[in-house]
């Protein structure tokens, strides 16, 4: 198991019961395979909110909101839009680098992508931060459970988590939240 979701299955246990996912599936509809951290991650939380701020998007999450396939084309059709006005972060400048999403902020409009460029594999994806509502991003050279572990434990440099760390952590899953099963 990954180091990072090894420490946060400490500090915010998790609490449906761990499910697994049609990876496969999953990653055949995105065209890419996936990171093994995030995956870790879904497997064990499944998808849903940490600390009231980070929702982990979930590819069979019912709520297209919160659904890694359909935030994926979703963000692709928004960043195609923006880039015709603004200007691409300097991290998306290489030919074939893109961003895909894992997560968002709560009430913010900000979401977390991983950026993945030509040749690596998943597990050398990076996260690029978006804040959402204005044109700054943050590049963070972690894998995406180490920066979501990083948020929760006020360890990360990004000055968009005010509210965080809190004293006690807690993960509500979209099961939970969505009454859903399965």
């Known amino acids: 198991m990954h180091a990072a979701v090894a420490r946060l299955i400490e500090i ?14 999953v990653e ?3 065209g890419t395979q996936l990171p093994e951290d995030y995956k870790e991650l879904v497997e064990v939380y499944g998808g849903g909110v940490f600390d009231k701020t980070v929702w982990l998007f979930d ?5 297209e909101d919160y ?15 923006l880039w015709q006005s603004e200007p691409k972060p300097a991290e998306l400048d290489g030919p074939g680098t893109r961003v895909l999403p894992w997560a968002s902020i709560e009430d913010s409009g900000a979401m977390l992508y991983w950026l993945a460029g030509p040749g690596q594999s998943p597990n050398e994806w990076t996260v690029l931060f978006n804040e959402g ?4 991003w943050e590049h963070h050279a972690t894998q995406c459970a180490s920066f979501l572990l990083a948020v929760l434990t006020g360890e990360s440099e990004s000055s968009y988590f005010p509210d965080l760390p809190t004293d006690t952590h807690q993960f509500d899953s979209n099961d939970e939240i969505l009454g859903e099963k399965g």
Do not use: I, K, Y
């Not at 915010?12 to 599936?25: A, C, H, I, L, Q």
């Not at 590819?59 to 709520?63: E, I, Q, S, T, V």
């Not at 509502?133 to 700054?136: H, I, M, N, Q």
């Open 12 to 25: 915010v246990p998790p609490g449906s019961p761990r499910r697994t996912r049609d990876w496969n599936g």
């Open 28 to 30: 055949r509809v995105l």
């Open 59 to 63: 590819p069979h999450c019912p709520d």
């Open 67 to 81: 659904n890694l396939v359909a935030q994926s084309a979703e963000r692709e059709e928004v960043l195609a839009r």
């Open 133 to 136: 509502r204005g044109p700054e």
